[in-house]
Protein backbone atom coordinates (compact mmCIF):
# COMPACT_ATOMS: atom_id res chain seq x y z
CA UNK A 1 0.00 0.00 0.00
CA UNK A 2 1.14 3.83 -0.97
CA UNK A 3 2.21 5.53 2.35
CA UNK A 4 1.67 9.25 1.36
CA UNK A 5 1.84 12.41 3.34
CA UNK A 6 -0.25 15.25 2.52
CA UNK A 7 0.93 18.52 4.10
CA UNK A 8 -1.80 21.32 4.49
CA UNK A 9 0.52 24.85 4.27
CA UNK A 10 -2.50 26.63 4.20
CA UNK A 11 -3.17 29.25 7.05
CA UNK A 12 -6.90 28.70 6.09
CA UNK A 13 -8.58 25.30 7.12
CA UNK A 14 -11.42 26.12 4.42
CA UNK A 15 -8.85 27.64 2.20
CA UNK A 16 -8.94 27.33 -1.50
CA UNK A 17 -5.72 25.08 -1.53
CA UNK A 18 -7.25 23.03 1.52
CA UNK A 19 -9.67 22.28 -0.58
CA UNK A 20 -8.30 21.31 -3.28
CA UNK A 21 -5.67 19.03 -1.71
CA UNK A 22 -8.44 17.47 0.63
CA UNK A 23 -10.12 16.51 -3.57
CA UNK A 24 -6.55 15.16 -4.47
CA UNK A 25 -6.67 13.39 -1.01
CA UNK A 26 -9.72 11.47 -1.39
CA UNK A 27 -8.93 10.53 -5.24
CA UNK A 28 -5.78 9.09 -3.29
CA UNK A 29 -7.26 6.97 -1.07
CA UNK A 30 -9.78 5.79 -3.46
CA UNK A 31 -6.81 4.60 -5.60
CA UNK A 32 -6.11 2.53 -2.48
CA UNK A 33 -3.03 4.58 -0.44
CA UNK A 34 -2.50 5.39 2.52
CA UNK A 35 -2.76 9.46 2.93
CA UNK A 36 -1.55 10.74 6.62
CA UNK A 37 -2.49 14.46 6.87
CA UNK A 38 -0.77 17.20 8.40
CA UNK A 39 -1.57 20.73 8.85
CA UNK A 40 0.86 23.51 9.17
CA UNK A 41 -0.57 25.96 11.17
CA UNK A 42 -1.53 23.03 13.85
CA UNK A 43 2.27 22.77 14.63
CA UNK A 44 4.70 24.72 16.73
CA UNK A 45 7.63 25.13 14.45
CA UNK A 46 10.19 27.89 14.93
CA UNK A 47 11.92 28.72 11.85
CA UNK A 48 15.69 27.85 10.64
CA UNK A 49 18.03 29.18 13.08
CA UNK A 50 20.90 28.63 11.21
CA UNK A 51 22.85 27.39 14.13
CA UNK A 52 23.96 23.89 11.76
CA UNK A 53 23.66 21.86 14.85
CA UNK A 54 21.97 19.21 12.09
CA UNK A 55 26.05 19.06 10.53
CA UNK A 56 26.35 16.50 13.25
CA UNK A 57 23.77 14.01 12.05
CA UNK A 58 21.87 15.93 9.30
CA UNK A 59 18.40 16.37 11.84
CA UNK A 60 17.77 19.24 12.77
CA UNK A 61 18.92 20.36 16.58
CA UNK A 62 15.84 22.46 17.19
CA UNK A 63 13.66 20.64 19.34
CA UNK A 64 9.74 20.99 17.90
CA UNK A 65 7.12 19.67 16.27
CA UNK A 66 9.25 19.68 13.27
CA UNK A 67 10.84 16.23 14.24
CA UNK A 68 7.64 14.40 13.88
CA UNK A 69 7.04 15.90 10.47
CA UNK A 70 10.70 15.04 9.40
CA UNK A 71 10.22 11.16 10.54
CA UNK A 72 7.02 11.52 8.83
CA UNK A 73 8.87 12.46 5.27
CA UNK A 74 11.22 9.82 5.73
CA UNK A 75 9.23 7.81 6.26
CA UNK A 76 6.61 8.47 2.66
CA UNK A 77 6.65 7.18 -0.33
CA UNK A 78 5.28 10.29 -1.59
CA UNK A 79 4.23 13.64 -0.69
CA UNK A 80 1.51 15.80 -1.95
CA UNK A 81 1.69 19.41 -0.64
CA UNK A 82 -0.42 22.38 -1.01
CA UNK A 83 0.08 25.95 -0.77
CA UNK A 84 -1.36 29.00 -1.35
CA UNK A 85 0.76 32.34 -3.14
CA UNK A 86 1.80 35.52 -1.03
CA UNK A 87 3.95 37.90 -2.89
CA UNK A 88 4.95 35.55 -5.30
CA UNK A 89 6.20 32.62 -2.97
CA UNK A 90 4.67 30.01 -0.42
CA UNK A 91 3.10 30.86 2.74
CA UNK A 92 4.75 31.69 5.65
CA UNK A 93 3.50 28.09 7.18
CA UNK A 94 5.50 25.87 4.14
CA UNK A 95 8.07 28.26 3.84
CA UNK A 96 9.53 27.36 7.18
CA UNK A 97 9.13 24.08 6.74
CA UNK A 98 11.06 23.47 3.79
CA UNK A 99 13.79 25.83 5.66
CA UNK A 100 13.64 23.50 8.27
CA UNK A 101 14.49 20.71 5.58
CA UNK A 102 17.87 22.69 5.33
CA UNK A 103 18.57 19.77 7.60
CA UNK A 104 18.25 17.09 5.23
CA UNK A 105 19.90 19.52 2.27
CA UNK A 106 23.16 19.38 5.10
CA UNK A 107 22.79 15.36 5.28
CA UNK A 108 22.99 14.59 1.77
CA UNK A 109 25.21 16.81 0.41
CA UNK A 110 27.86 17.61 3.45
CA UNK A 111 27.41 14.31 5.32
CA UNK A 112 27.02 11.67 2.62
CA UNK A 113 28.64 13.42 0.59
CA UNK A 114 26.35 12.94 -2.73
CA UNK A 115 26.91 14.95 -5.93
CA UNK A 116 24.50 18.01 -7.11
CA UNK A 117 24.32 16.04 -10.15
CA UNK A 118 24.00 12.19 -9.12
CA UNK A 119 19.77 11.94 -9.45
CA UNK A 120 18.97 8.82 -6.35
CA UNK A 121 15.34 10.45 -6.14
CA UNK A 122 13.05 7.27 -6.19
CA UNK A 123 10.13 9.09 -4.55
CA UNK A 124 7.79 11.61 -5.84
CA UNK A 125 6.03 15.32 -5.17
CA UNK A 126 2.93 16.43 -6.20
CA UNK A 127 2.79 20.15 -5.35
CA UNK A 128 -0.55 22.17 -5.66
CA UNK A 129 -1.29 25.57 -5.21
CA UNK A 130 -3.50 28.87 -6.10
CA UNK A 131 -2.83 32.22 -6.40
CA UNK A 132 -4.93 35.34 -6.65
CA UNK A 133 -3.44 37.44 -9.71
CA UNK A 134 -3.57 36.28 -13.31
CA UNK A 135 0.23 37.30 -13.60
CA UNK A 136 2.25 34.77 -16.52
CA UNK A 137 4.94 34.28 -13.60
CA UNK A 138 3.24 33.81 -10.95
CA UNK A 139 4.14 30.58 -9.93
CA UNK A 140 7.86 30.57 -11.21
CA UNK A 141 10.02 31.51 -8.59
CA UNK A 142 7.64 29.13 -5.94
CA UNK A 143 7.92 25.94 -8.51
CA UNK A 144 12.01 26.26 -8.49
CA UNK A 145 11.92 26.38 -4.77
CA UNK A 146 9.65 23.61 -4.80
CA UNK A 147 12.37 21.36 -7.33
CA UNK A 148 14.95 22.16 -5.09
CA UNK A 149 13.05 21.59 -1.59
CA UNK A 150 11.83 17.84 -3.09
CA UNK A 151 15.50 17.39 -3.81
CA UNK A 152 16.73 17.90 -0.39
CA UNK A 153 14.15 15.17 0.49
CA UNK A 154 15.59 12.45 -2.23
CA UNK A 155 11.73 13.49 -4.04
CA UNK A 156 11.47 14.88 -7.76
CA UNK A 157 8.12 16.92 -8.38
CA UNK A 158 5.92 14.34 -10.36
CA UNK A 159 3.72 17.03 -11.24
CA UNK A 160 1.98 20.42 -10.21
CA UNK A 161 -1.82 21.72 -10.12
CA UNK A 162 -1.47 25.59 -10.31
CA UNK A 163 -4.82 28.05 -10.35
CA UNK A 164 -4.82 31.53 -11.40
CA UNK A 165 -7.36 33.67 -10.34
CA UNK A 166 -8.64 32.17 -6.64
CA UNK A 167 -8.23 34.71 -3.57
CA UNK A 168 -11.11 34.64 -1.31
CA UNK A 169 -12.61 31.61 0.88
CA UNK A 170 -14.11 29.05 -1.63
CA UNK A 171 -13.45 30.55 -4.77
CA UNK A 172 -12.60 27.19 -5.71
CA UNK A 173 -16.33 25.88 -4.90
CA UNK A 174 -17.33 28.05 -7.71
CA UNK A 175 -15.01 25.84 -10.34
CA UNK A 176 -16.16 22.33 -9.97
CA UNK A 177 -13.81 21.32 -12.65
CA UNK A 178 -10.73 22.52 -10.33
CA UNK A 179 -11.82 19.95 -7.92
CA UNK A 180 -12.49 16.99 -10.24
CA UNK A 181 -9.04 17.85 -11.25
CA UNK A 182 -7.28 17.84 -7.76
CA UNK A 183 -9.16 14.27 -7.03
CA UNK A 184 -8.31 13.16 -10.67
CA UNK A 185 -4.46 13.76 -10.08
CA UNK A 186 -4.53 12.44 -6.24
CA UNK A 187 -5.84 9.46 -7.71
CA UNK A 188 -2.72 9.22 -11.11
CA UNK A 189 -0.59 10.40 -8.30
CA UNK A 190 -0.91 7.20 -6.01
CA UNK A 191 -1.20 5.00 -9.62
CA UNK A 192 2.31 6.38 -10.04
CA UNK A 193 3.94 5.78 -6.66
CA UNK A 194 2.61 2.53 -6.56
CA UNK A 195 4.23 1.74 -10.47
Given at each position: ????????????????????????????????A???D?V?????????????????????????????????L??????????????????????????????????????????????????????????A??????????????R???????????????????D?????????????Q???????????I??
Amino acid sequence: MNKLLAIYGSPRREGNTALLLKRAVQGAREDGAHVEDIVLRDLKMSPCLEIYGCKQNGRCAIQDDFQLVYDKLMACDGLILASPIFFYTVSAHTKILMDRCQSLWVKKYWIDKQSHNQNTSRRKGLFISVGATKGKKLFDGTLLSIRYFLDALDMTLWKSLLFRGLDFEKDVQKHPEYLEQAQEMGRRFSEAIRS
